[in-house]
């Protein structure tokens, strides 16, 4: 197993997932946006594998993972073979207002989580005022060039929500999950098998890890006065 990169409190591997994931220990989230097997050119995954080869090797992935927490965008046309893979998980819905997607044949307005595993504090299942792709004029990120771009805030926002002190995310991409993770202030680990989109996460996780932030120290709380 090659080197990691490390940048701040992120440790990002190029290379097969199947093979590094073994060699990670410790406790950590799994926080993630996997290719749905829908035929997009990932430049070196196969994303139009048979469906149940697919399935198996994205359970697979999972397993390995061993992760007491799970977050996992998912596709609405594959969602019961999701369910199969995580059965104790609960749907997290994240509307879309001001457009739309095709998929399978139908206008979707919608995206969705699964999760599994003990989340503190009761949180919502449907997260709105988060922007898609699909909104057009809407939608302001940048997706440098990847065919399979999840918005920031989503990822954003199961980091937060998760509160786990170490996020894990097997498929990098550019760098979504890493950045949300720097921004919530906790430890990394991200994994891609694509040079190029792997040098896009570590420019945008650096980035991230240098960015000032606001209110890291409290502020200084207000005392009245004495009036003489």
């Not at 879309?96 to 989340?119: D, P």
């Not at 988060?130 to 989503?154: A, C, D, V």
């Amino acid at each position: 197993m090659t080197s990691p990169e490390i940048i701040g409190s992120a440790e990002l591997w190029l290379g097969d997932c199947r093979d590094i994931l073994p060699g990670i220990a410790g406790e950590r989230a799994l926080v993630t946006d996997p290719p749905f097997n829908v035929g997009k050119d990932y430049g070196v995954h196969d994303d139009a594998m048979p469906e149940a080869e697919y399935m198996a090797w994205l359970g697979g992935i999972f397993a390995a993972c061993a992760a007491d927490e799970m977050w996992v965008v998912t596709p609405t046309s594959k969602m019961l073979a999701f369910w199969r893979l995580m059965p104790t998980a609960q749907q997290v819905v994240i509307p879309m207002t001001a457009g739309y997607a095709v998929r399978s044949g139908w206008t979707q307005k919608f995206a969705s989580m699964l999760v599994t595993g003990k989340i503190a504090g009761n949180p919502w299942n449907l997260w709105e005022g988060i922007r898609h792709r699909g909104e057009g004029y809407f939608f302001k990120e940048e997706t440098y060039g990847h065919p399979g771009y999840t918005p920031l805030p989503i990822m954003q926002r199961a980091v937060a929500t998760s509160k786990a002190p170490r996020i894990l995310e097997p498929f990098l991409g550019t760098g979504t999950t890493g950045v949300a993770a720097i921004v919530e202030s906790r430890a990394f680990v991200g994994i891609e098998i694509n040079p190029a989109y792997f040098s896009i996460a570590c420019r945008r996780i650096e980035q991230a890890v240098n960015q000032p932030k606001l209110f890291d120290e409290p502020l200084p709380k207000p005392e009245q006065m004495e009036i003489t």
